[in-house]
């Protein structure tokens, strides 16, 4: 087994049981990409088994501090099986979820997710992608499927040195799914859908909002960054009587059209806009338009802290706007899944967003994402997803 040995002072965030290690904290040793190694402290104290990755700023990442347990075919088995097991525990109100969420079921750079029958991976680590056969193996075996769709295509293969790569890794068949969420049927395709085909994370968010719309009695909605309208669905099942959906893409707004029809409500009741939001939103405001509700679920304007200050100004902008097309007492739900943009940066972006606006909010509920994309006290980062609902005072 080969050894790296950490800078004095360096083995502190793993003692923690933080699983990265970053290039700058190693003093000496190697491997092979992927390649599992020893991780030792200055003084060659034990500190944990990890993967190798050769190319990225992030060098180490940790399988295991446990000094006696090996890294093979069994571990990968029992930590794929203890990730299903957590699922199961859950109340999912769908046939579609979060299976493997990364470094919170301790398997670094992993991506798993279940629509249904078909299982979509991606592989995002050297560590994951050495063991990928081994892992789409016990995938299978812990859930007695049969499909397994790769789309190992994200970002971070980049920064890993790894190439892109997508289709069946286990059986074969269509990529189009319908699935069931909440009392809502949804259409996606895991080949060329955003991430593995579908944003299950906000999956809450979307049953809350629902809620909501019917709580407060929104009529007009306002869907911004809608991709496929899961929002626009969930305010038609709130008893909005109008409802617009706004998204840069326009195979996107066409699929979010059929799932208004789909749920079975009027098509009359829903609009799809091919347009920029940041611009719709300035000419609605021109217009004199008003919403009772707007929802706000931008991209991610800030992959890391580096980005944070432009992405605020981003975030900022689009807030500020929308709290001025938000009817008295209208409902806005804002979202950031920005890595580089904390709960408590997002707060204060949104609450200057509102002083800007001359509009002040009551909170009435802070959103996350859905319980199967877990969060441990070990691993802050895997807070990525944060959102507030806000009434207009």
């Avoid at 699983?19 to 990409?33: C, L, M, N, Q, T």
């Amino acid at each position: 087994m080969k050894k790296i040995t950490l800078r004095a002072g360096k083995e502190r965030s793993l003692l923690k049981r933080h699983p990265w290690v970053f290039e700058s904290s190693i003093a000496r040793g190697g491997a092979d990409a992927g390649e599992t190694v020893r991780v030792e402290s200055a003084d060659g104290a034990f500190l944990c088994w990890a993967a190798f990755s050769p190319q990225s700023q992030i060098r180490l990442r940790a399988w295991s501090f446990d000094e006696a347990e090996r890294i093979d075919a069994v571990f990968f088995k029992r930590r794929i099986e203890q990730a299903v097991a957590m699922r199961a525990r859950l109340a999912i109100a769908s046939d579609a979820w979060r299976l493997v969420h990364g470094e919170a079921d301790g398997l670094p750079g992993l991506v798993v997710d279940r629509y249904g029958d078909t299982l979509v991976a991606q592989f995002g680590s050297t560590g994951v992608e050495r063991w990928k056969a081994v892992i789409a193996d016990a995938l299978l075996a812990a859930t007695g499927l049969t499909r397994l769709y790769e789309r190992s295509d994200a970002q971070a293969r980049e920064w890993e040195g790894l190439p892109v790569q997508t289709g069946w890794l286990r059986g074969e068949g269509e990529t189009a799914l319908t699935i069931r969420e909440h009392d809502w049927r949804l259409t996606l395709d895991v080949a060329e859908g955003h991430k593995t085909g579908y944003y299950l994370d906000q999956r809450d968010s979307r049953r809350r909002f629902a809620d909501a719309v019917k709580q407060y009695g929104c009529k007009s909605v306002l869907n911004c960054f809608s991709y496929t309208g899961g929002f626009s669905v969930a305010a038609l099942a709130g008893g909005a009587s109008e409802v617009v959906s706004v998204d840069s893409s326009g195979p996107a707004l066409e699929r979010a059209k059929a799932h208004v029809e789909l749920n079975g409500f009027d098509a009359s009741c829903h609009q799809a806009w091919d347009a920029d939001v940041n611009a719709t939103l300035r000419r609605c405001l021109a217009e004199g338009r008003r919403f009772d509700a707007i929802v706000l679920d931008p991209p991610k304007f800030a992959p890391t802290v580096a980005h944070a200050e432009r992405a605020a100004r981003a975030y900022k902008d689009i807030n500020r706007l929308a709290f001025m097309l938000l009817s008295e007492g209208g409902l806005l739900y804002t979202f950031s899944c920005s890595g580089g943009i904390s709960p408590d940066l997002f707060h204060k972006i949104v609450a200057g967003a509102g002083l800007d606006a001359g509009v002040d909010g009551y909170i009435i509920e802070r959103l996350s994402a859905a319980a199967d994309h877990p969060q441990t006290v070990c691993f802050p980062e895997g807070d990525y997803l944060k959102g507030l609902g806000l009434l207009k005072r």
